[in-house]
């Protein structure tokens, strides 16, 4: 039996056994056993540039081995790995050297509350607090924000394929038109302060406003910072929690450590997960102002709050990667090359395209047309690159590259999408003549 007839039996042996719930596996069929920085291996020795970088989970890229040999001598020493919310030297390095190696240095000020690991955990804490700080149920969130899909977290998020899958009535959420939505020229953070201030537009006072700087799954949309500085007025004004969901964006993935930072906003509570411990490891937590930590003691629990391996990780990257401006002025650098050849990319095809983003979070919009971003998604997997898709109609191409990409590769993978952008041109003009 020939190696690749052996590795599809495999996935088919896997297939008929898993959930028809999963995804990924789907778009990129084969089995992955081994990975390194930006590059994914099958079991079969194919070698795959990573553009999805676990959906922003592995901003410091796979295995990233100076991370990894502070988790290996912290195994090897037999310290505290699961100790439920037990304090631990583990936890109190993390939050010092997190407090100052990021939040002194950007004078801010918060407590840590350690979550459940997931992201939506996360979220359904953020909520809990701002309903219990303020006495109200309402919560504002935007057209096409994502915010995870547990059910407080799904009220909140915009897509209907989400919404229905949770088969329930999601309520307590009051959706607004994100910066942007209602065409250029029209304030969306007015028409929200307008419908706020209303006494009869029906919408009842909010506990909380809760946006994402850029809206990853929704299309790497991008909040101009005005606005978003007017939203955390409107926030002040009314006396609701200003909450930012920085699962994805955060972590230094535009560039800064937090989205908001060139926003220069001081949110009531920030949400972290995905790349918080550096390693793809799960972790998540809320960074909430002293003021409105008013949990009464384990209101809000789980088993797996701040688990120790997880904190030493994301402690090791922080120590490796933020202690100098260096890693983010390269983030910075990367982001510009990323986006001039994706502009050049989409120049040669006469500007159809829209490319929008910050930082490393790049989106390429093929509008009105996305099976060419499915054409060209399925063609760069054949030719050896892993990228995504978003946006409401899956018709956004999803450039995430670990930030600590080489530009070699990061040029490689780009010739890749350019290659595949232009076979699924042609073949989406061979359809129409
Ligand atoms: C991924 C994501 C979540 C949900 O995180 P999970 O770990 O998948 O529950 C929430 N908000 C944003 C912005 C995300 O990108």
Avoid at 51 to 64: C, E, I, R
Avoid at 134 to 157: C, K, P, Q, V
Avoid at 395 to 417: A, H, M, Q, W, Y
Wanted: net charge neutral; glycine share 8%.
């Amino acid at each position: 039996m020939t190696e690749s007839v052996r590795s599809s039996r495999n996935l088919h042996a896997l297939n008929a056994m898993e959930s028809n719930v999963r995804l990924y596996s789907r778009a990129f069929p084969a089995l992955f056993s081994h990975a390194r920085g930006s590059f994914l291996l099958t079991e079969t020795g194919d070698r795959f540039i990573d553009f999805l970088s676990g959906a922003g989970a592995l901003n410091y890229g796979h295995n990233n081995h100076q991370i990894k040999a502070a988790m290996t001598a912290y195994l090897a020493s037999d310290a505290v790995v699961h100790g439920l919310d037990m304090a631990t030297p583990a936890k109190l390095a993390f939050m010092e050297t997190f407090s100052s190696v990021i939040l002194r240095e950007r004078r801010l000020s918060y407590r840590f509350q350690f979550t459940g690991p997931t992201g939506a955990n996360a979220v359904e804490a953020a909520l809990k607090l701002a309903r219990k700080v303020t006495g109200r149920h309402n919560i504002i969130s935007f057209t096409r924000g994502y915010h995870g899909l547990s059910l407080g977290a799904a009220a909140a998020t915009g897509n209907q394929f989400y919404r229905k899958a949770s088969q329930v009535a999601l309520s307590g959420v009051t959706f607004m038109p994100f910066d942007g939505y209602l065409g250029e020229g029209i304030d969306a953070a007015e028409y929200l302060r307008n419908a706020l201030r209303d006494p009869s537009s029906g919408i009842d006072a909010p506990a909380a406003i809760l946006l994402e700087t850029i809206q990853g799954e929704g299309g790497i949309n991008v909040a101009r910072e005005p606005w978003l500085r007017s939203i955390q007025t409107i926030a002040a004004e009314i006396e609701a929690v200003f909450i930012v969901d920085d699962i994805q964006m955060g972590c230094g993935r535009t560039g800064d450590f937090f989205s908001f930072e060139s926003a220069e906003l001081s949110p009531d509570i920030v949400i972290l997960s995905k790349s918080l411990s550096g390693y793809g490891l799960p972790l998540s937590l809320l960074l909430i102002k002293d003021a409105i930590d008013i949990w009464e003691p384990g209101e809000h629990t789980g088993t797996f709050r701040g688990n120790n391996l997880a904190l030493v990780s994301a402690t090791a990257a922080l120590n490796l990667y933020w202690r100098s401006a260096a890693f983010s002025q390269s983030i910075h650098q990367m982001g510009t090359l990323m986006r001039q050849r994706l502009n050049a990319i989409s120049a040669a095809q006469g500007n159809r395209f829209t490319v929008r983003g910050r930082g490393m979070a790049l989106g390429f919009d093929c509008g009105k047309t996305p099976e060419i971003a499915a054409v060209a998604v399925r063609t760069a997997y054949n030719r050896g690159l892993i990228i995504e898709r978003c946006g409401p109609a899956d018709e956004v191409i999803k450039f995430f590259p670990s930030l600590t990409i080489d530009p070699e590769t990061l040029n490689r993978g780009l010739d890749i999408f350019e290659e595949s952008l232009a076979e699924a041109m042609s073949q989406s003009s061979a359809a129409l003549t």
